[in-house]
């Protein structure tokens, strides 16, 4: 039996990521086995301990490939409040509401972070100060601790705009954050 080489090891993996990264964020942790998330890769159960410890190895490094590619698109955005605010308002828009499995980890998973163990929260931990740091990059002068803030106003609109059952409802919610978070952040000289 040939042995694959390393980039093929590497490529499998990723494509592991890639749909844990989706089924996670749709069924959540408790809800997604290791046999489905492996069937959704296109491997057997057999194939998952070439590439991860146990569940809990593959959901540390699910949340953070995730949180690692949300950092990236910040890192790609030119620097200032315009950038700023088009982010948010594509974070707290109904197609983002609406379609967990293609967003945001955070706002899909955090109440089952906070329950997991010490390696996924810490690896939660590493990739969100990451995430608030290419923020504060993007609006120098926003330190760390306050793009946590912002993330934490975002997630938590997110999640709950996700639990209203009426639409008009939750698409207020989504634009009284976005309002008040653009005013929170316009620059000085923007205001009068």
Do not use: W
Not at 57 to 71: E, F, G, K, N
Request: negative net charge.
């Amino acid at each position: 039996m040939a042995r694959y080489d390393g980039e093929h090891k590497e490529q499998t993996r990723r494509r592991i990521l890639e749909t844990a990264g989706r089924r996670l964020k749709s069924d959540g942790i408790d809800g997604s086995g290791v046999k489905t998330l492996m069937a959704d890769a296109g491997l057997t159960n057999g194939a998952f301990y070439a590439h991860f410890a146990s569940k809990d190895d593959l959901v540390a490094a699910t949340v953070a490939d995730q949180l690692r590619a949300q950092t990236e698109v910040l890192r790609s955005l030119p620097p200032g409040a315009d950038s700023v605010r088009t982010y948010l308002g594509s974070y707290l828009s109904a197609t983002h509401r609406d379609d967990p499995a293609s967003g945001c980890p955070s706002g899909a998973l955090l109440d089952e972070i906070a329950r997991s163990s010490p390696a996924v929260q810490a690896a939660y931990t590493a990739g969100l100060v990451q995430m608030a740091d290419a923020m504060g990059e993007l609006l120098p002068g926003l330190g760390r601790v306050a793009a946590l803030q912002v993330l934490a106003t975002l997630v938590g609109t997110l999640q709950l705009a996700r639990s209203l059952d009426d639409p008009a409802l939750s698409a207020a919610v989504l634009d009284g954050a976005l309002a008040t978070l653009t005013a929170q952040l316009a620059p000085a000289e923007d205001t009068p």
